[in-house]
Every structure is written in C-alpha cells, then in structure tokens.
C-alpha cells in the first residue's frame, strides 16, 4: 500500500510563513509528479503548484512568488514553502502525487488526508 502523509498546517497571521510537508510510504517503485492541491469552504479543489523530478515547477497564478514547491534527493519527500501569507490562502491543503507501486507497471495517483491552512489576524 501507498499512502501520503501531510503536516506543517496551523494558524498563521497575514504575512506570515507555513511550511507544508508531504512524505510518501509504502511499496513504491517509483514517483513522477508531487503536487498541493487546496480547497476553500464552498470552492473546488485547485491546483496550488506542482514538481516533476527536482527542478520542474508550475504555480497557480495567485501563489507566483511567494510560494515554493521542492523535492528531497531521494524525491519521496515534497515540501510547499508558503510565504506572505494571505486569508484568501486559507484552505485544506492536500498533497497529490503519481506514483508507481512496487510489482506494477502502471501510475496512479494517490492523495493525503489534507492539513487544515488558516490565515487570520
């Protein structure tokens, strides 16, 4: 089995910085694309960024230039650096990524239970 577990989620000021951390486990042969997802009360859920490999990224518009997405060597570990905060960040944030278990020669896409992302004075 393949799970994603997330934390790094809390209550954050305007302005301020979160850092979210999504590991994956399991029986994995190999990963391609990690990704954050979020949804607001009363919203779809959006794609916030996502990284392919080490150095390959895409943002959603409204986060370009404050947040970050980043990859551990070992590319099972992907990080969301959320800086400059704002209330219309808040959301559960989930992490998404592709991977291919062990023994299969298939990708699927797995999600994380989400952490909760408040932005409030």
């Known amino acids: 089995q393949v799970q994603l577990v997330e934390s790094g989620g809390g209550l954050v000021q305007p302005g301020g910085s979160l850092r979210l951390t999504c590991t994956a486990s399991?029986?994995?042969?190999?990963?391609?694309?990690m990704g954050w997802f979020r949804q607001a009360p009363g919203k779809q859920r959006e794609l916030v960024a996502r990284i392919v490999g080490h150095d390959t990224t895409a943002y959603s518009d409204s986060v370009k230039g404050r947040f970050t997405i980043s990859r551990d060597s070992a590319k099972t570990t992907a990080y969301l650096q959320m800086n400059n905060l704002r209330p219309e960040d808040t959301a559960v944030y989930y992490c998404?990524?592709?991977?291919?278990?062990?023994?299969?020669?298939?990708?699927?896409?797995?999600w994380g239970q989400g952490t909760q992302v408040t932005v409030s004075s």
């Open positions: 399991g029986s994995i042969f190999s990963i391609n694309v």
């Open positions: 998404n990524a592709v991977i291919r278990s062990s023994g299969s020669d298939s990708y699927h896409a797995y």
